[in-house]
């Protein structure tokens, strides 16, 4: 089977960190970057997402929300102990 040489730049800090956790893995880099042409092929496309602006979870939409009720009301900066005191106050 005939082999094709590929190069390309990155970062050194990059590099390293890619090696040193490619080596907790077992994984030397030439044998992942094979691993993702594989992959690529196979999947014929990128085999992971890649969105510009992904939308968070419910959840987190929940909390971006709330924080900015809080901040237009102006209580965004209240401590706990203030937050349970309306909270006690409001069930009376």
Do not use: H, W
Not at 11 to 32: H, N
């Amino acid at each position: 089977m005939a082999s094709s040489l590929v190069q390309f730049r990155t970062e050194d800090t990059e590099k390293i960190k890619a090696v040193q956790i490619l080596d907790r893995l077992g994984l030397s880099l030439p044998s992942y970057l094979r691993m993702c042409v594989s992959r690529l092929n196979q999947e014929n496309g990128i085999p992971f997402s890649m969105k510009l602006d992904p939308e968070p979870n419910p959840s987190i939409r929940a909390l971006n929300r709330a924080n900015r009720i809080a901040e237009e009301y102006g209580i965004s900066d209240m401590t706990l102990e203030e937050i349970n005191a309306e909270i006690t106050e409001a069930r009376k």
